[in-house]
């Protein structure tokens, strides 16, 4: 469906315009008709799918720009999704002249205040700053006509419903209330009941919560294979714009560190960094200043970066629905993406629950060999010299040129230039990453076998007493493991021949 079928006034038309879209997504297409009429509305869609503007447009078409009275509120459970929201507002609604604030913690609160008294129409913010704000009187909530719960699954994960709720009950009664959420647990729903009036519930099915143009792979390997397997496919398969996800802080640091050791230009987030530390990365990722952004799922909660090609699951998310919001970050606006997740032996059972959720299989990748890799680096090599050589005028080292030719030959010449450009096998810097406590034993339907179930087992298999012997024997195993390397991998990619298992995928740009 058009834009200009959804009955938006011109203003909100030419902004909409101005940022390229034409077509509506499923959850706008569904969700702004309802909201337009003034209706509440649950909607149940992932990141990516365009549910900022979903609510946007609606609550900015409500706005009377002449009164500078507080009209809309959105509470978002991240900075970086208030930030973004903010700006999207912003531009959405900059040719009615909508003024939008965003409030958040780890921000100058006094900087704040005085945004605050300029009287914006929106306001976008975290739970803990807004009730901040409003404790302080320097926020005040009777005028507001439209409350936004934007990501409230993820707002209810962290602990905020009783913030949410202080917050709601500072808004008048009269009021219209848009809630979004990727999943639709039974608090979400008693959300809705508490708080709004008869609202409509706009799912997208999950056959479209992962977009079709997204290729899905799995690495089977061993956890401490799985740092030299991923550089390795970074070298063959040279993604332009990657997302590298890890379950822990502490993991995402030592990926990023180590990624920078072996050349790579990357950086990591997480929920530990200070505001501008995180919001400095993610500019340079967004300008090309890096190729690699490492992230937890909270810090990636909400990003909105275009052009991301691949998405690298190292570690495999323990809830499904978070493996949907992660690959969400690729495949977007109609362009292909590729999702790479790596599982260990222990794992296989997330795969398969994930793979029920999202109703599509992930296809198994065989990890490129050493000299595959290296054969990925000379082929980045060569593109970076046709660059070089189109980008620079060389006539005038044209005759020292001959001269060199008189004592070497081309293919030397060219040898040495291709040396010079190609890094060094990334794997020959050593890099520690730091072995995670594995997912507790997930067994999938498909797996089980004579269907008993495992809840039981699965809550012994958590205790201490086994998780202290599992690391003892973790740890005894894991100086073998690492001596016998090379015979492992060179074992993996045989049983992986008998299993079928597709080579790895080269993907190269279009010219």
Request: aromatic share 6%.
């Amino acid at each position: 469906m058009k834009f200009n079928e959804l009955g938006l006034e011109s203003a909100l038309l030419k902004a909409v315009k101005r940022s390229g879209f034409e077509e509506a997504t499923p959850i706008q297409a569904e969700t702004i008709p309802l909201a337009l009429e003034g209706k509440d509305v649950i909607g149940q869609a992932q990141t990516g799918t365009g549910k900022t503007a979903a609510f946007g447009l609606p609550m900015l078409q409500k706005i009377d720009a002449t009164e500078p009275v507080l009209q809309g509120l959105v509470i978002a459970p991240t900075r970086e999704l208030a930030i973004q929201t903010q700006e999207e507002l912003y531009r959405l609604g900059k040719d009615k002249r909508v003024r939008v604030q965003a409030v958040y913690g780890g921000a100058d609160i006094g900087r704040q205040i005085r945004s605050l008294k300029d009287r914006p129409h929106i306001v976008v913010g975290t739970p803990g700053r807004l009730l901040d704000h409003i404790n302080r009187h320097t926020l005040k909530l009777g005028t507001v006509q439209t409350l936004v719960l934007d990501e409230a699954d993820e707002m209810l994960n962290m602990g905020f419903l009783e913030d949410i709720e202080r917050i709601i009950e500072k808004v008048p009664t009269e009021r219209q209330t848009l809630l979004f959420s990727a999943t639709m647990p039974k608090s979400i729903k008693q959300i809705g009941v508490k708080f709004m009036k008869d609202p409509h519930h706009v799912a997208i099915k999950a056959k479209e919560m992962t977009a079709n143009l997204i290729d899905q792979y799995y690495v089977r390997c061993k956890e401490y294979e799985k740092f030299d397997t991923m550089t390795r496919l970074f070298d063959v398969q040279a993604p332009e714009l990657t997302i590298v996800f890890g379950r822990t802080k502490r993991r995402v640091d030592e990926l990023a560190r180590g990624l920078e050791m072996r050349g790579y230009r990357a950086a990591g987030i997480h929920g530990d960094l200070t505001q501008q530390r995180r919001l400095r990365v993610l500019k340079a990722f967004k300008n090309g200043e890096l190729d690699i952004l490492v992230a937890t799922d909270v810090a990636a909660r909400g990003l909105d970066i275009s052009g991301v090609t691949h998405v690298y699951n190292f570690d495999i998310p323990q809830d499904p629905e978070s493996y949907v919001h992660r690959i969400g970050r690729t495949g977007r606006a109609g362009k292909e993406g590729m999702s790479i997740t790596f599982v260990t032996p222990n794992e296989m059972g997330y795969l398969h629950v994930i793979e029920n959720l999202t109703k599509k299989q992930m296809s198994p990748l065989r990890p490129p060999t050493p000299t595959e890799a290296f054969q990925g680096q000379l082929d980045a090599a060569v593109e970076e010299i046709a660059q070089l050589v189109d980008e620079n005028h060389l006539e005038r080292y044209q005759k020292t040129a001959d001269r060199l030719l008189e004592t070497y030959t081309p293919a030397e010449l060219a040898a040495l230039l291709l040396k010079t450009v190609t890094k060094d096998d990334a794997t020959e810097v050593p890099v520690k990453i730091t072995p995670e406590r594995p997912l507790p034993n997930r067994h999938s339907k498909d797996n089980r076998k004579g269907g008993g179930k495992r809840r039981g087992s699965n809550r012994r298999r958590d205790n201490n007493s086994n998780y202290s012997r599992d690391r003892k024997n973790k740890r005894d195993n894991y100086s073998k493991d690492r001596k016998n390397n090379k015979n492992n991998s060179n074992s993996s990619n045989k049983s992986g021949n008998k299993n079928n298992k597709r080579d790895f995928v080269i993907r190269t740009k279009k010219k």
